[in-house]
């Protein structure tokens, strides 16, 4: 009995037990989980009118992974065209370097970003999210802090595995840093694109070539390898995303081979000795919570500056709702983004 | 179809696709769950020591609530002893303006804390905790960072609710800053530790007397009246809390009539325009996880100066096992504790 009561409410310490039964493998039963407490009623709104969607399976070769990759995208350019007629941004399309990209360019230039850009990586599993609608996040950015924004739409599984990606980065930034100061501007992406921004900053520190002023890391996938906590605690919680079927598939469409531990392809395995100031977005519904704090947590183990802000009640990305709604707590992402890039790249 | 796709794995937007199923609540199926890949080995072996406990029913009168008090807080006290004969750190009572106090000294105070004091608030869910229970946290930081530090044993519940347990924190304030600056000291403390340090931050605001120079805040509740989305989400996770039976039962002890949504018992309801600078810790696996992200966006909407920090896989008050058990995790809490009380109290 006291060995239970010392499990119970004694808010610290209730280790060193040795109970029977491990905790290891724990079986959580079935709940029902109202609306967060904590949101504004506007994310409310959203979250009441979606629905956690099936699993799709592994599509099982390269033809098929085509047709899901236009199946995917084709609702995604929709959100884009929408989030460029609500937010008045503009874009080209041009190729820096041999890579094709988008400069992206809001209505109203803020004077701290007049004469730079800020280079943006889209997210989607590796696989999904270019072409246009790798425009959502750059616009959102765009739009939000008055920045011109270049979008790298990199090359992509099935036909352009793992590193790919990060050397169309990289040579997007070397043909950058010719024209603008490379610590007065930064990288940034979500998910995938949270994942290549961090590897594409281990690429240039690996080539001795100069490293962005600031990076925005929002909820990145940074462990391939193994499954993160929170992709099974908060699983059936993040409509967004799910690793169950397809992710997993798109994992080892990326790596294409080479193990999932290259710290190229999970950032988490990477030495860390120094490394820009990075900015870490994510929710407490968000199945990158644990990839997202881990990673925030390898940063200050090597003393990094670094911001974390974690969201109630957030799924995958759902800071970005602003987008196409009105939403506080997104606006309140983009004052935080703004106050970090202006600390370190806009000074 | 499409709009189910549009709800997978595209990593921003899969909103306002008005499906019919409200999300509202949600009915999360069982599942099975490993022990989290991102701790450490010292951290996992804690995990799988454990279990979660059954709830307990909340004691129907006063004379129950004394008992189930003494049951709860035996253990502690070994706990306490175990810690003491670890650290080095010693103590002794000492009243100050009439509240009962323990002063609380490292086996080597540190430089930056010879000849001051910072000042510690026993959690335990209002009710617990108190006497020499209360050490464990005090002891944690005292030996962490080298410093004296002053733990309140205030008057609780059942026999003094709201608002003796800051009343009391208020009077030793008071008298503390008539010899040290109060710009040079913290207040800090875990779960209703946590929130006590916000609430008497805010009393002293009220009062208009000096405030700290920085605050501790850990895994703090902040929110009494609604139930935060984690604990519900992480329901069966944390065998350190459960706020079924027992904990809501504090609550509403601990009010002793008042209303949920005042300020002083739940800051999360507070109106923040300045406020001392404020660490805040948590693990996703910590049922006070959203109040504690919860509190931490409050203080940014009003600018305050924070930090965040949330450790993988953590359950209540995780980050304090080291006053046990070697654990990396706990190590790196504490440097996160120095740096920020260096930063913003030992300049």
Redesign the interface.
């Known amino acids: 009995m ?1 060995k ?16 029977s ?18 949101v504004s009623s506007e994310f409310a709104q ?11 399976p592994v599509p099982a070769n390269t033809e098929e992974w085509l047709t899901l990759q236009t ?6 350019i929709e ?1 884009t065209h929408k989030a460029l007629e609500r937010s008045g941004v503009t874009y080209e399309t041009k190729q820096i370097a041999g890579v094709d990209t988008f400069l992206v360019t809001p209505k109203n230039i803020a004077p701290e970003y007049k004469g730079k850009w800020l280079v943006h990586i889209h ?3 590796f696989v ?2 270019g072409g246009e ?1 790798a425009l ?2 750059a616009i959102w950015v765009a739009d939000g802090l008055g920045a011109q924004v270049i979008s790298i739409d990199y090359r992509q599984p099935p036909l352009h595995p793992f590193p790919a990606a990060v050397d169309d980065a990289v040579s997007v930034w070397k043909e950058l840093i010719k024209t603008q100061s490379p610590d007065a501007t930064a990288i940034f992406g ?3 694109g949270g994942n290549l921004t961090l590897a594409t900053t281990l690429k240039l520190q690996e080539l001795g070539l100069p490293m962005p002023g600031a990076l925005f890391a929002g ?1 990145p996938a940074v ?1 391939l390898k ?5 992709w ?6 993040d ?4 690793r169950e079927g ?2 997993q598939g ?1 994992f080892d469409l990326y790596a294409g081979g080479e193990p999932l531990d290259n710290p190229l392809i999970s950032p ?1 395995y990477a030495e860390i000795e120094e490394f820009p100031p990075t900015i870490f977005i994510s929710g ?2 968000d199945l990158l ?2 990839d997202t ?2 990673m ?2 390898h940063l ?2 090597a003393n990094v500056d670094t911001d ?6 957030q799924s ?2 759902d800071y ?2 602003s ?3 009105d939403m506080p707590e997104s606006d ?1 992402a983009l004052n ?1 983004l703004r106050n970090f890039f202006n600390k370190y790249i806009n000074y």
């Open positions: 006291k239970k009561l010392l499990n119970t409410l004694i808010p610290t310490l209730s280790i060193g037990l040795s109970i039964t491990a905790f290891a493998s724990i079986t959580i039963d079935e709940r029902t989980i109202p609306t967060p407490a904590g959203i979250i009441e009118n979606r629905t956690i969607p099936a699993p799709l199946q995917f995208d084709a609702p995604g959100v997210g989607g599993a999904f999210g609608v959502r996040e979500t998910s995938a909820t462990d193994e499954t993160s906590d929170s099974l605690t908060l699983q059936g919680l409509p967004l995303i799910q397809t992710i798109t988490i407490t519904r919570l644990s704090v881990r925030h947590r200050r183990g974390l802000h974690i969201y109630d009640g995958h990305g970005m709702n987008l196409l709604f309140d935080e």
